[in-house]
């Protein structure tokens, strides 16, 4: 197990700095400091917007992977860590996605999700034994999540990515880190000193959760899984979502519920096939193959029958 020994220099990093907006905090009433806390979030999006370039080129390079049959792999330590695998463990119901397409990984495994394992982080061997045993390859995209930028055991999975070929990208909010320097895409929202010294799961953890955000949503847009606003490879997997489906091919269709009821049953309650049967008076095999042809997308099946 080879563990990182290097000393670290917090001076440098603009995540462990002290804010001066909330040096007094403990001394304010419950209103006022929950304030500092609203006003220090506001700056968040503003920061996330500034990297929105760089995003762009995150999503369409994870999006010409799953064309590819590649996947999205995020790989993170802690807070970090833990909203990779948020991220990740949503797209299946919301887009009806493989378990398998967008993965996360955290230092530590199953156990850090819940609670911290000590020295995980630093552990750089584990950082390449654990892409290595989900057998990733050049078609995959690495995502290192870190808000230090600077974390070994992302570090090594990143390093690691490179070598096979694959495109390597990372999110973090320190800038000219070592994260930086190694990935092909970086984004770093700059969202300053946390409330809490060096509380990076407040601000820089938001400002994580939202770049993660988009580039799920934006490759899941960009390979078919959204027709206008709606996800319409949603999995019925429970009472609501059952009825989200109907709303949904109610809404694309702009047919009534007995339509759309009477469409989803006759094609195993799939949202894209029952809206383009609806759209293109055609019978469930036919809107399949409409589907296949032009690759899922919702509405070239539909344009293309027109």
């Known amino acids: 197990m080879r563990t990182a ?3 670290i220099d917090l001076t440098q990093m603009v995540t462990e700095s002290r804010n001066p907006a ?23 999006a503003l920061a996330v917007e500034q990297t929105l370039p760089t995003i762009a080129k995150a999503v369409d390079a994870i999006a010409a992977a799953f064309q590819q049959g590649g ?9 970090s860590g833990r909203l990779g695998i948020l991220d990740a463990s ?16 955290i230092a530590g495994g199953h156990t850090a999700i819940l609670r911290a394992v000590e020295n995980a982080e630093d552990n750089e061997t584990l950082g390449e034994q654990d892409l290595r045993d989900i057998n990733f390859t050049a078609k995959d995209v690495l995502v290192g999540i870190a808000a230090s930028g600077r974390t070994p055991y992302v570090l090594a999975a990143m390093h690691y990515a490179k070598q096979q070929g694959a495109t390597v990208a990372c999110i973090s909010c320190n ?21 809490v010294t060096g509380s990076s799961r407040m601000k820089a953890g938001t400002a994580q959760k939202l770049i993660l955000n988009m580039l799920t949503t934006g490759a899941m847009i960009r390979t078919g899984k959204v027709y206008g606003n709606l996800m319409v490879d949603v999995e019925a997997t429970n009472a609501k979502l059952v009825e989200r489906q109907k709303r949904i091919v109610m809404e694309a269709a702009g047919c009534d519920r007995n339509s759309a009821e009477h469409a989803l049953n006759a094609c195993n309650g799939h949202c894209k096939t029952a809206i383009v049967m609806l759209l293109t008076n055609s019978d469930a095999e036919q809107a399949k193959g409409l589907l296949t ?14």
């Open 22 to 44: 909330s040096q007094d905090i403990d001394t304010l009433s419950t209103l006022d400091m929950l304030k500092v806390i609203n006003d220090e979030d506001k700056k968040v």
């Open 175 to 195: 800038p000219q880190s070592a994260m930086v320097e190694a990935a092909d895409i970086s984004m770093t929202p700059i969202v300053g000193a946390e409330v």
């Open 5 to 7: 020994t290097v000393k």
């Open 71 to 79: 996947r999205l792999i995020y790989v993170g330590a802690g807070t």
């Open 293 to 306: 042809q032009h690759h899922g997308f919702t509405r070239a099946a539909i344009d293309s029958n027109h």
């Open 90 to 105: 949503e797209c299946p119901p919301t887009f009806g996605s493989a378990p398998e397409q967008v993965v996360g990984l």
